[in-house]
């Protein structure tokens, strides 16, 4: 317990830490832009392939991509059946923020500094998961919402996630481990540093990201999504803890329940038409309620 504690404990200072160099213009916002590129295309396909180097690919696993697109779903007919009554741009702003799972840049560096063994779940599960936040959600979203703006195509989606270099990993790793061939020890070697820094890398960004000003008319608002979001997700976590499904899964599936809002569902939400600073506000929020509650559901299990 002390040990989970002390980990969940040292993320959040790696948050402050990058928080604070952004007041003391040490750094800015844009640095974290910077530090983004570098966790997607570096640190985080080096963790990717570290952790997958020795997996053994089980049926369980694969069931773990549908699981992400499923989840995907489910959370997208929840956003949309609570916010039937709002406007449509909320109603969009809403459906994105509750749907769509943060592992890149939150689950696997949380989950890789407490049980790494955790990570080749976690990477079947955002294969799934890739897809949707890729543009399978925008189809499914602007589809249900009504919306007359141009909608996403299969080459699209496809286009998008070509380009996604974490996504890739995944699928050149899962091959290798499937055919079960290795690469050479000396590429483990070499990619074992880089991955040693995706951790700190990914907390001290969203730290530089965190946006602690919101107008008061949009208040409301905000906790309506965060709501929304944490008390579905818990509420998943429940149904998770009761499955009769291996230990290591259930723990994976209910810590991913209650983390924060995917850059992708920002991204989103903001060419839909929602307002920037909501967007931001909203999203630095969910880092900062996703932490203690992913270490309490971890302590609890």
């Given at each position: 317990m002390r040990a989970v504690l002390l980990n969940s404990l040292g993320l959040f200072v790696i948050i402050l830490i990058g928080y604070l160099t952004k007041r003391?213009?040490?750094?800015?916002?844009?640095?974290?832009?910077?530090?983004?590129?570098?966790v997607v295309n570096v640190t985080l396909p080096a963790a990717?392939?570290?952790?997958?180097?020795?997996?053994?690919?089980?049926?369980?696993?694969?069931?773990?991509?549908?699981?992400g697109l499923v989840l995907n779903l489910v959370m997208i007919i929840i956003g949309h059946f609570f916010s039937k009554k709002q406007e449509q741009v909320e109603r969009e702003f809403l459906m994105y923020s509750?749907?769509?799972?943060?592992?890149?840049?939150?689950?696997?560096?949380?989950v890789q500094s407490f049980m790494p063994l955790a990570i080749p779940i976690l990477?079947?599960?955002?294969?799934?998961?890739?897809?949707?936040?890729?543009?399978?959600?925008?189809?499914?979203i602007e589809g249900i919402s009504g919306s007359n703006g141009p909608r996403p195509s299969a080459k699209m989606v496809l286009g998008r996630l070509g380009r996604s270099v974490p996504f890739l990993c995944y699928l050149i790793m899962l091959f290798f481990?499937?055919?079960k061939l290795d690469l050479p020890p000396a590429v483990f070697q070499i990619a074992q540093p880089i991955a040693s820094a995706n951790t700190f890398l990914s907390m001290f960004m969203i730290g530089l990201?965190?946006?602690?000003?919101?107008?008061?008319?949009?208040?409301?608002?905000?906790?309506?999504?965060?709501?929304?979001?944490?008390?579905?997700?818990?509420?998943l976590a429940v149904v998770f803890m009761l499955l009769p499904?291996?230990?290591?899964?259930?723990?994976?599936?209910?810590?991913?329940?209650?983390?924060?809002i995917p850059t992708f569902a920002v991204i989103n939400s903001v060419a839909a038409g929602m307002?920037?600073?909501?967007?931001?506000?909203?999203?630095?929020?969910?880092?900062?309620?996703?932490l203690p509650l992913m270490t309490g559901l971890l302590l609890f299990l």
């Open positions: 003391l213009n040490l750094l800015m916002k844009a640095d974290g832009t910077t530090i983004s590129k570098i990717i392939i570290v952790n997958l180097q020795s997996l053994e690919v089980k049926n369980q696993l694969l069931l773990l991509i549908a699981a509750v749907s769509g799972y943060n592992i890149g840049n939150f689950a696997i560096p949380f990477s079947f599960f955002d294969i799934g998961n890739s897809v949707m936040l890729a543009g399978g959600s925008n189809v499914v481990r499937m055919v990201f965190l946006e602690l000003r919101l107008p008061k008319k949009d208040v409301a608002l905000v906790l309506r999504v965060l709501v929304i979001k944490y008390a579905s997700g818990i509420l499904i291996p230990m290591m899964i259930k723990i994976v599936l209910c810590l991913v329940s209650v983390g924060p307002r920037a600073e909501v967007v931001g506000f909203t999203s630095s929020l969910s880092f900062l309620v996703s």
